[in-house]
């Protein structure tokens, strides 16, 4: 352990594979954030620290606006080396999907990282739509409505470009043509139509169902062909201005884009023939994110770069208009996943730890005990590095008879607790000399699974990461400090909510699933936080009240011109008063009801005058407060299995909730 450095934990975290250049170990053991890719950085672990100091406490969500800056800069110039090398002549149009984070700071943040350049704003819903209006005052900015659409979404998005926008109504659904033309005609608004293909190519990763002939959006090709007859019918086709395509997000391979690219660059070229007015393809979404720094085609993960993406939507578009003799068309790309899911960052802190305990050398003969209990203490102490396959298969036997023995009613409840705390130090001690075996069984892999530790953390995966619960999406996670020594404990990391799925016990792995994380040993009497990153994509919106745990706070952070981080907005958690709003129990009724119970309870003499006041003062305190757990550093908090203390027993220390 003395031998362990900050490189060390580099390697074991895979900080410089997923980090991308915006995260880093720095030499005081911390993560170090570059959110401007100027060299210029800032200390996480500060941050948080600072918070702290300031009253915000933990969960914290953490924003570096400057991230997305740099990935959009990122994107552009990818494609802009691409166009030069290619020789093309149309134009690159980055575009936010809203729905990847309707948070407005950070579509104000994508706005903003346009930096002269421009990038358009695609919405699916009307209340995105309704949102989008407010922000979206760039002259002539591209406004993409895609989604389900009734007349009132279509009515609005037409007369969006009385206010100077440039709204594309994408049809995805056949009946969505007919009411474009009526609001069209009702509203003196000529339509610029956008038309989604639905492409027989499939994408790869989690999401490749999102095309072929049971996907939910897109037309297929005949009533492609059927749309654009019926407008030509009204001398419309020139209102035909896009062609959308989608495949799913977070593609994996590079494969699949190359062939869904030549495929929707053949529509294109036959639809540009039928309509002239044709002059963006929109590639839609699916850019990817190196979730596990593995540069592989796993679902986590990506097997090329921006830049390879750019060439070979460039390429493929490039070489289909030429072959036909037509003009290049201005390229979209919803490439929203890339573009922000960098920036955020969830730190948690560790409340509590249920450990597995160091066994013992050997476990004393006892006579008194069942015959079969006897027999696992002779297995324990005649354990040695020859015999600790043979002795693991007897264990295991061992461990169901003393569940039907107990069962039965052949042995007592002192006799099972002793054995189940002597098989796992049994396991434990296996676990350890397998180390010095030159071939490991294969049912010792499952030794792995019976001995870690969990880490009880003070967040909710419903909220911050639904898609780790929904999905199984991997997002790097790591202690933000402490890097400069060697992390001994074997962990799953638990959330607060009373619900057996509020846990993470899958992690990132060079070779795919990590079962387990490595940590470092917590006594509870320093605090000890667990950052989760690259989770600005999807997860806010996503997230669920479970057990009524509301938004966390969260801050933007920026850098300015030498480099000094500050803190550019505080956004407060939901308060409990306001979760509690949410699922109708008002302020009012609340304060009602607890003060007939309060009443009631002096009355009957069940409660002092004095008591009823101060109950009535903490409960006022409690509603205004965080819905997670303002936890004061314990240092009695840390819980083992060896012991028949239950796990969280302590008395928790709530601080004063205003």
């Known amino acids: 352990m003395s031998n362990w450095t900050i490189a060390n934990s580099s390697e074991l975290y895979r900080i410089d594979g997923w980090g991308a250049g915006f995260f880093k170990a720095n030499e005081k053991g911390t993560v170090s954030v570059f959110p401007d890719g100027d060299g210029k950085s800032v200390d996480l672990c500060n941050i948080v620290e600072d918070l702290v100091r300031r009253g915000v406490k933990p969960p914290h ?38 729905k990847v984070n309707q948070q407005r700071g950070v579509v104000e943040s994508v706005r903003q990282a346009a930096n002269g350049r421009g990038i358009g704003l695609e919405v699916g819903s009307k209340p995105e739509l309704l949102a989008v209006l ?38 995805e659904q056949f009946y969505e043509l007919d009411t474009i033309l009526r609001a069209s005609e009702a509203t003196g608004v000529k339509p610029e139509i956008g038309l989604r293909m639905n492409p027989s190519t499939r994408g790869a990763g989690r999401w490749a169902g999102s095309a072929g002939e049971n996907a939910k959006f897109g037309l297929a090709l005949y009533e492609i062909i059927e749309a654009v007859k019926q407008l030509k019918a009204r001398g419309m086709e020139d209102c035909v201005k ?20 030549q495929e929707a660059s053949r529509v294109f070229t036959e639809l540009r023939k039928m309509c002239p007015g044709l002059e963006f393809l929109d590639v839609g979404g699916g850019l990817g994110v190196d979730y596990d720094g593995s540069c592989t085609n796993f679902d986590s993960s990506m097997n090329y770069t921006t830049e390879q993406y750019a060439r070979d939507v460039v390429w493929e578009i490039a070489s289909a208009c030429d072959a036909e003799g037509l003009p290049h068309p201005t390229i979209i790309s919803e490439s929203g996943r890339a573009l922000v899911a960098h920036h955020a960052v969830l730190v948690t802190e560790v409340m509590d730890v249920a450990v597995v305990p160091a066994p013992p050398e050997s476990l004393d003969a006892d006579p008194t005990r069942d015959e079969k209990v006897q027999d696992l203490i002779t297995l324990y102490n005649e354990l040695t590095l020859k015999n600790c396959h043979e002795t693991f298969s007897d264990a295991l036997s061992l461990r169901d008879e003393f569940l039907q023995r107990f069962v039965q009613g052949n042995i007592s409840l002192e006799d099972r607790a002793f054995a189940e705390s002597a098989l796992r130090n049994l396991f434990t001690r296996i676990n350890a000399l397998k180390g010095a075996m030159k071939h490991i069984p294969e049912d010792f892999e499952q030794l792995e699974g019976m001995l870690k530790d969990t880490y009880f953390c003070n967040f909710s995966v419903f909220q911050s990461l639904l898609d780790h619960w929904a999905i199984e999406q991997l997002f790097p996670i790591m202690p933000i400090h402490r890097l400069a020594s060697q992390p001994s404990r074997k962990a799953i990391i638990a959330d607060l909510t009373c619900d057996s799925d509020g846990k993470i016990d899958k992690f990132i792995d060079l070779r795919g699933v990590q079962r387990y994380i490595d940590l470092h040993p917590y006594n509870g009497e320093n605090p000890y936080y667990i950052g989760v990153f690259l989770i600005g994509a999807y997860q806010e919106c996503l997230g669920n009240l479970h057990n009524l745990f509301g938004d966390t706070n969260a801050v933007h952070v920026e850098l300015d011109e030498e480099g000094i981080p500050k803190i550019t907005s505080i956004i407060e958690g939901d308060t409990i008063k306001e979760v509690l709003n949410y699922v109708q129990y008002t302020g009012e009724d609340l304060m009602s009801g607890i003060n007939s119970s309060i009443d009631r309870a002096v009355r009957n003499g069940y409660m002092s005058a004095e008591e009823s006041a101060k109950f009535m003062q903490r409960y006022k305190e409690s509603l205004g407060g965080y819905t997670y757990l303002l936890w004061e550093n314990n240092p009695n908090s840390v819980s083992t299995a060896s012991a028949p203390t239950v796990v969280g027993s302590e008395p928790m220390r709530i601080a004063n909730a205003g």
């Open 61 to 98: 969500l953490i924003r570096f606006d400057g991230i997305i800056r740099q990935r959009a800069r990122t994107i552009y110039d990818s494609f802009d080396k691409a166009i030069a090398e290619f020789n093309y002549k149309g134009n690159y149009v980055l575009t936010y999907p809203v």
């Open 134 to 171: 407010s922000l979206h005052n760039t002259m002539k900015g591209l406004l993409l409505c895609n989604g389900y659409k009734d007349y009132q979404f279509i009515e609005l998005a037409l007369m969006s470009s009385r206010l100077g926008l440039r709204p594309i109504v994408t049809v």
């Open 242 to 261: 896009l062609l959308h395509f989608h495949i799913g997000s977070q593609i994996t391979s590079i494969n699949a884009i190359k062939k869904v690219m």
